[in-house]
């Protein structure tokens, strides 16, 4: 058992550790003296049941038994500070890592790999890793709209894939697959705010931390 010394002023942890020395005047926590005198009692507590979040300022000694304070508005709003910056950053990363396109959905073309060998199209990664990107795709999608609107809706396009690899489809089937990526784009926006929302609603640390960010993002 890991024995945990815990000095107290009323039911006020002021420090606890394990690291404890018996002296005339009282104990030493961490070299520092705490003494009877100035009013200290102390607690022993077997480490092994301290609870996971366990700090000083955040427990009191009520009772018997250790007692968790109320979280302060203040560690509320910076646990969801921090959650909701979690959330920015993981959704950059996550729209980095590129939208899948199955292009069996697309008249199951051919892909060109770049040792030059024709493979069929089949499951590929558009770049998106920045603006630049997203702005290719939205030029891309324009010059199929002028293409479908002038009726050349077959003229052949080419599209390369974050292998490098191309595929080349019609206009109106390009224009079907940005059309599709830009509705996962959405979702995947949304989804963020939703997490967000869910955080700026939670009312204790707990509840801020029990959210999982990581979890539920549009495939």
Do not use: H
């Not at 024995?3 to 550790?17: M, Y």
């Not at 500070?81 to 590129?98: D, E, L």
């Not at 077959?154 to 990526?181: H, L, Y």
Request: one cysteine or more; proline letters at 5%; hydrophobic letters at 45%.
């Amino acid at each position: 058992m890991t024995s945990f010394t815990l000095a107290l002023q009323g039911p006020q942890i002021v420090a606890a550790t394990t690291n404890c020395q018996a002296v005339p005047q009282g104990f030493l926590l961490d070299g520092v003296l705490f003494s009877p005198s100035c009013g200290f009692t102390f607690q022993q507590v077997d480490g092994s049941t301290l609870p996971a979040d366990f700090s000083p300022s955040q427990y009191q000694w009520m009772g018997g038994a250790l007692q968790r304070l109320p979280d302060t508005a203040a560690q509320v709003a910076a646990a969801q500070v921090a959650a909701s910056g979690a959330v920015t950053a993981f959704y950059f990363a996550y729209v980095a890592k590129g939208c899948p396109v199955d292009f069996s959905q697309y008249g199951n073309p051919s892909a060109i790999l770049p040792t030059g060998q024709t493979v069929p199209a089949g499951q590929q990664v558009l770049q998106t890793r920045n603006e630049t990107d997203t702005s290719n795709w939205i030029l891309l999608e324009s010059s199929c709209a002028d293409l479908i609107s002038a009726q050349q809706g077959a003229t052949p396009v080419t599209i390369r894939t974050a292998s490098n690899a191309t595929v080349t489809v019609s206009a109106t089937q390009a224009k079907a697959v940005m059309a599709a990526a830009k509705k996962r784009g959405s979702a995947i926006l949304a989804y963020a705010w939703t997490l967000k929302n869910q955080i700026a609603s939670a009312q204790t640390v707990a509840a801020v931390k029990a959210i999982d960010i990581t979890a539920g993002w549009p495939a």
